[in-house]
């Protein structure tokens, strides 16, 4: 069994390509920890580990490998977990890993994560979007879809979509946001999701550290103001989408991510995912979005012993 930290390039190249293969962005991993990553391989599993300073909660973060391997390593593993935390949480587990769990260890589903969040954003299912309904749009008689055309229309005259694929001098662009017009409201939401979650930080973190295959779509108005920014990173016909925000103008969530899906689709992707949420009203929101859409949930696991 190794252990490792990623602080050496080496080790992170490892993890990247660990994580790439499975079908997971490393974005994923790096944003999910919010901070120091440190990786435990045990023959076919990789175990990617942090101990959560902002919620104090030691994770193991989606487990990478053959289910019953998985189990094994956690059972080495897990007195030496619980005698240094007390206890320690798998996230993003699968309803396979989930009941094999229940039956192998005393585990839990029955607390708070952190605020008003009962189990981050594993407290609703991700939604996954085929991108060919998106065609439909253009043409469909049906009300869901009129109403989007409506949206688009709205915005299409002032506001223009501009793909920026990653580079060091667009990114410092970006962080410092004294070089650029960004709104008030936006800087807010920033910098609330990053005081509660240090969501902010750990998403440039992790692009700062694996940027491949990530792009940053930028929604500026007719004076050049960025009104909206989303990342996304991709892998062959699937596309997950790791931040959002805009100004607070109704209807432009819509509008941003409609736009996006039908760049990916015209570039050959075929699915499109938003993830999970913590609230039941952004939860509808990515629901009701386009009508149809794949719902996937995972697990937030407490092992006490």
């Avoid at 023959?43 to 909660?57: A, F, P, W």
């Avoid at 979509?161 to 709104?183: A, C, D, G, T, W």
């Avoid at 103001?225 to 990173?233: T, W």
Wanted: net charge positive; with cysteine; charged share 25%.
């Amino acid at each position: 069994m190794k252990v490792q930290n990623i602080s050496t390039k080496t080790n992170l190249d490892s993890l990247c390509y660990n994580t790439f293969q499975f079908g997971f962005h490393p974005l994923f991993y790096f944003q999910r920890a919010r901070g120091d990553i440190f990786v435990i391989e045990d023959n076919d599993v990789t175990l990617v580990c942090s101990n959560r300073l902002d919620v104090k909660k030691f994770i193991i973060i989606r487990p990478i490998g053959n289910i019953a391997s998985i189990v094994n390593t956690l059972k080495k593993l897990s007195s030496h977990f619980i005698d240094e935390y007390g206890f320690f949480y798998i996230k993003y587990a699968n309803e396979e890993l989930k009941t094999i769990l229940n039956n192998e260890f005393n585990i839990s589903f029955d607390f708070f994560w952190s605020g008003n969040s009962l189990f981050d954003d594993e407290t609703y299912p991700q939604i996954q979007y085929d991108l060919m309904e998106v065609n439909d749009i253009a043409i469909s008689k049906r009300s869901k879809h009129r109403w989007i055309r409506q949206c688009i229309k709205s915005f299409k005259s002032s506001i223009y979509h501009k793909k920026l694929v990653y580079s060091q001098i667009e990114f410092e662009k970006l962080l410092n946001f004294s070089k650029i017009n960004v709104p008030k409201s936006i800087k807010n939401k920033i910098q609330s999701l990053n005081e509660f979650y240090g969501f902010v930080n750990s998403t440039f973190d992790g692009i700062t550290k694996y940027n491949k295959n990530i792009d940053f779509h930028i929604f500026l108005n007719n004076l050049d103001e960025i009104v909206g920014i989303l990342i996304s990173a991709h892998k062959e016909a699937h596309v997950d989408v790791y931040f959002l925000s805009h100004k607070n103008l109704p209807k432009l969530s819509t509008f941003i991510l409609v736009t996006v899906m039908k760049y990916y689709l015209d570039k050959g992707a075929s699915y499109f995912c938003v993830g999970g949420s913590e609230t039941e009203s952004l939860h509808l929101f990515k629901e009701q979005l386009l009508l149809e859409c794949r719902k996937t949930s995972t697990f937030l696991i407490k092992i006490m012993s």
